[in-house]
């Protein structure tokens, strides 16, 4: 049985519907459902110059296999028109309606896996509604404890903390949150890549990891010794490491993930090495959730000059955990 994915086109003036467009016109071996407005994505294809056909379908409806130029859309309305490139707080509630609605779908098993294309967190702020990524949001409707990791080749790094503003870092990683998190990673490494004893190697937070609690003390109080705890508990843990030279590649050699500390910590090195083609999982959910290592890129919505490697690769790696699993590879 080839993998039922159900995609969010995400946010309405940003790249998403042209991503969704692009995708329907390669040959995939899963079955894609499109979450969101008909009339953007055939207003989006009209701009493009790509030529589409809309099925529209309802939750729990078969969808055969994908079959290029072809895309079945299961709709939700827009509340505003849209013109590429410029945001409108309008629809704020639309896109989180898709989210919500391809979340609640999953875990109600009309799909096997939810891709999001790229949202934009500050009109939804703007537009009332206290939002800071999908990670978050979509753990709220489904439970679990979600851990933020993106993966490309030779290199996967999770978070300890996701969106939240530097300052409140610090305070966030408590020895609860730190032993969570490493429990989620160390857990689906397994379940979802088939890596049984991971071997995970952990960011300290301060410069060179508090350089012995000169230059800050959580590696210290908090993160030496949630590691000393799960080490006995058999994980295989590395750290806290300085991760200025963490991420050297003889380290990475002999590591299955990194853990670091904050967004900006480990992101920067992932996208610097693998922006375009990177993917997003959210590990620690009941349901399987990818997406794009991109933002919005508004400067480029309805131009067709961007590229879908890292969708591909979204919709790729979550078919592959749903095979997983499915017990088909696993
Ligand atoms: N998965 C998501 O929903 C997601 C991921 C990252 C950022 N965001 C959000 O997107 C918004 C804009 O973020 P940003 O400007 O920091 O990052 P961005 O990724 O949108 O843009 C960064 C640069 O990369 C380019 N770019 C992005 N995607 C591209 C593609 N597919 N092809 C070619 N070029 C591409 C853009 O034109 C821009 O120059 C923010 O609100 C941010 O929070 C959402
Ligand atoms: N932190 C992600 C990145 O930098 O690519 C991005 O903001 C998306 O996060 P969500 O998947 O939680 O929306």
Known sequence: MSSRLLLTSGEPAGIGPDLCVLLAGRLLPYSITVLGDPALLESRARLLGVSL??????????????????????????????????????????????????????LARHYDALVTAPVQKSVINDAGVAFTGHTEFIAEITGGWPVMMLATEGLRVALVTTHLPLAEVSRAITGERLTRTLKVLHHDMAYCFGLPRPRILVCGLNPHAGEGGHLGGEEITVIEPVLARLRQEGMDLTGPLPADTLFLPRNLARADVVLAMYHDQGLPVLKYAGFG?????????????????HGTALDLAGTGRIDTGSLEEAVRVAAEMAEARRGVKA
């Open 53 to 106: 056909e809309l099925r529209q379908v309802a939750p729990g409806d078969v969808v055969p296999p994908h079959e290029p130029g072809v895309l079945h859309v299961q709709p939700t309305r827009r509340r505003a028109g849209t013109v590429p490139g410029t945001l409108d707080a309008a629809n704020a509630a639309y896109v989180l309606e898709t989210i919500a609605e391809g979340a609640r779908a999953c």
């Open 277 to 293: 083609r990177a993917v997003n999982i959210t590990l620690g959910l009941p349901i399987i959730r990818t997406s794009v290592d």
